[in-house]
Structures are given as structure tokens and as C-alpha cells.
């Protein structure tokens, strides 16, 4: 009678040679190579919480302060609902044009910095610009602008423009990277040139994501359009900022409550423009 695979002992079971193999070339999952770095994982966790002064014992003590000072903002005063809204209409405006431009400079700046479609003499130095792009706050590009073209919504515009255009830039040419090669060689088997492989190979398989990017920095851009306007850019953060100033915790309060609405509904927006589109 044949034996149930229940009644089977583990020491009777023999593994094909292949399965050997196999097992044979299996890494173990804790060796002193792992164990090293996780030490080090902690140890950097423990220095960046030193540096970072970090104390939940503090943000407990002073959370009955922190309460008492969030009643301050209740209730919102929507008295000048009208002012905020147009506010936030031009905070909207400054994402969409920060976003478009941004985007529109992104694909050939994209391409430039892809390692599987140019070289390395051009792709290095452009990525060192995209960093340059990424790590300047658009609070910064904005002090920059208001000095060239002056106080409003058209120096956030730019500050969004050219600190969305290095984050883009960036997510278009990981993307780019990740495609795959047959479309692409195919198209060069027919003697197509560099231009055309790009336009009829590479781009169609990245327009989904660069279209999911994009919308995303969109939703992103218009919570930065907010902030921009402390530093003279326009927008809702100007009427924000001078409340805060003021100590008018209703009005920053009802001005909060319009940003969540519209973000919420960018958001909702987006995500029905990505079914449609990706």
C-alpha cells in the first residue's frame, strides 16, 4: 500500500539534484554582512534623532498648551469667504501654469538625462542640474523671482516652474530607463533615426506614468502656491500670512478649511482624469 504523503517522514523525502542546487545557492537570511548593517541602520537612526533633538516626552508635556492654542482657531470666520476663494482660485491658476511649463521643460530634459538613450559625457551633467532644480525650495525660487519681475502670482509661477521641472525631469527619466527594448529595436531595424525611436518607441510606453506624475505635482504644486505667497508670490498664502501676523486664528482657520476643500477636490479630479487617461 502506497504511504500518504502525511505518513512520510521529513528524513525520507530526497530532493532532486536540481532542488539541491537550489537549496545549495540559497543565501541564509541572517549573516554578519546583515546584522552590520542594521546596527548601522540604528546607529544613524539614533545619531539623526540626536541631531533632530528629538523628544516625545517634551511634545507630551506641552500637548494641553498645544490644545488650549488649537481652540484659539474655532470657530472659522468666514466672513471674507468671497477674498479667500478668489485667493485660492489664483493659488489653482499658479499650479496649472507652474505644472504645464514644468512639464513641457521635463521631456527633453527627461531624454537628456536617460542613461539608456544618450550618453554618459551629456546625461551626467544634466542630472547634476535636475539636482540643482530639486534641491532649491521653491520658497527660495520665488525670493529670486519677486526680485526680477516683482511682487505676485507670476514669480510663484516661476519658482513652481523651475523646482517642478527638476522633480519631473527626474520621474521621466527613471521612467524612460525602465522601458522595454523591443518596440525600440524594432523601430531602429527599419532604419528609423535616433528621433524617431525616441517619438514612436520610447514615448508611448511613458506617457501613462509621465501623465500620472504630472498630475500628482499638480496637487502638489498647488499646496506649495500656498506657502509662496508668505514671500510676496501671490496666492492664498498672502492672505494667510497676514492673518497669522494679525493673530486672526479664525481667519487662518477658515482659510486652512478652503485649501483642504480644494485639495480634496484636485485630488478627486486627478483621480478620475488617470482612469480616463492612464
Wanted: proline letters at 5%.
Amino acid at each position: 500500500m502506497t504511504e500518504s504523503p502525511a505518513s512520510i517522514h521529513p528524513d525520507q523525502l530526497v530532493a532532486s539534484p536540481a532542488a539541491r542546487d537550489l537549496l545549495a545557492q540559497e543565501r541564509p537570511r541572517i549573516t554578519p554582512v546583515r546584522i552590520g548593517y542594521l546596527a548601522l541602520a540604528i546607529a544613524v537612526l539614533i545619531y539623526a534623532g540626536h541631531l533632530s533633538d528629538l523628544s516625545f516626552v517634551e511634545l507630551f508635556q506641552g500637548s494641553g498648551t498645544m490644545a488650549e492654542y488649537v481652540t484659539r482657531y474655532f470657530p472659522p470666520n468666514f466672513s471674507n469667504w468671497r477674498s479667500y476663494l478668489q485667493d485660492t482660485l489664483e493659488t489653482v491658476a499658479m499650479g496649472i501654469w507652474g505644472t504645464l511649463l514644468s512639464a513641457i521643460l521635463a521631456v527633453p530634459l527627461s531624454i537628456l538625462a536617460s542613461s539608456n538613450i544618450c550618453p554618459a559625457w551629456v546625461v551626467f551633467p544634466v542630472r547634476r542640474l535636475l539636482d540643482t532644480m530639486r534641491a532649491i525650495n521653491e520658497v527660495v525660487f520665488a525670493l529670486i523671482f519677486v526680485v526680477a519681475v516683482g511682487l505676485g502670482p507670476f514669480a510663484g509661477v516661476l519658482a513652481l516652474f523651475v523646482h517642478t521641472a527638476g522633480i519631473l525631469a527626474k520621474l521621466f527619466s527613471e521612467a524612460i530607463e525602465s522601458i522595454e527594448v523591443g518596440p525600440v529595436e524594432g523601430i531602429r531595424a527599419t532604419g528609423a533615426s535616433k528621433i524617431q525611436e525616441i517619438v514612436f518607441g520610447v514615448i508611448p510606453q511613458v506617457v501613462p506614468l509621465w501623465t500620472s506624475f504630472t498630475l500628482y505635482r499638480f496637487e502638489s504644486n498647488v499646496r506649495s502656491a500656498a506657502v509662496l505667497g508668505i514671500v510676496g508670490a501671490g496666492g492664498i498664502g498672502v492672505s494667510l500670512y497676514q492673518s497669522f501676523r494679525a493673530f486672526k486664528y479664525q481667519d487662518v482657520c477658515a482659510i486652512m478649511i478652503i485649501l483642504i476643500v480644494t485639495v480634496a477636490l484636485i485630488d478627486t479630479l486627478s483621480a478620475k482624469l488617470r482612469q480616463h487617461l492612464v
